[in-house]
């Protein structure tokens, strides 16, 4: 049964923003990625890049999904952007949630991630370019894993959060 709802899309998208208010209006358990990772690895992740490189993080990225595929219910989850990297991620949630995209126009989020320091992947001094390439490689990935897309961005939160729950037919 697919109870959780999974939300992926690419850094910067709101997944963390939009699925605390999400759970909080569902009045459901908030779960997030890029937390359990951390608190699995014992480091931040910045430190995880660092230390074990991004197969490392992925590795451990992959246990943390596999480990909620089966323990989570009624939870919303906020993934980390890179989830849909792996396939087999995406074939583990798709059990046990339904997968909700949020999609983000390029601008938008080139400008929330203008001041990000905590993404190791976008430190680099050509970040605007590097998003626009990494978007064209994985937006086709969000969308193939989607089972539902949401556009986010300048629309108030509560208003995706709405067409969330109506499009999902829950709440
Ligand atoms: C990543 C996204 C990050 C985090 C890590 C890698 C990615 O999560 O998991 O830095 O590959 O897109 P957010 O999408 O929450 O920033």
Redesign the pocket.
């Known amino acids: 049964m697919k109870s959780n709802i999974a939300l992926i ?5 709101g ?2 923003t939009i699925g605390k208010r999400l759970a909080r209006r569902l009045q459901r358990e908030f779960v ?3 937390n359990l ?1 951390e608190e699995h690895a014992g480091m931040p ?1 910045p430190e995880i ?1 660092r230390e074990r490189g ?1 197969a490392g ?1 992925r590795d451990i ?1 992959e246990a943390i999904i596999q480990d909620i595929a089966v323990s989570a219910q009624n939870a919303v989850i ?6 849909i ?1 792996r396939q087999a991620n995406i074939d583990r949630l798709k059990g046990s949630s339904s997968i909700v995209y949020l999609e983000t126009k390029i601008e938008n989020l080139q400008d929330r991630l203008s001041g ?1 320091r ?4 976008l430190n680099r001094p050509d970040r605007d370019q590097f998003i626009e390439e ?1 978007l064209e490689v ?1 937006r086709p990935l969000y969308q193939a894993a989607a089972d539902i897309t949401i556009k986010t961005g300048k629309r108030p939160f509560a208003a995706v959060i709405s067409e969330i729950i109506e499009r999902l037919e829950i709440g």
């Not at 899309?9 to 998208?13: A, I, R, T, Y």
């Not at 906020?78 to 989830?83: E, F, L, P, R, Y």
Request: hydrophobic fraction near 35%; glycine fraction near 16%.
């Open positions: 899309g690419f850094m910067g998208s997944k963390s997030e990625t890029d990772i992740i890049f991004e993080f990225e906020a993934c980390g952007g890179g989830v990297v990000s905590k993404r190791p992947l990494l994985r």
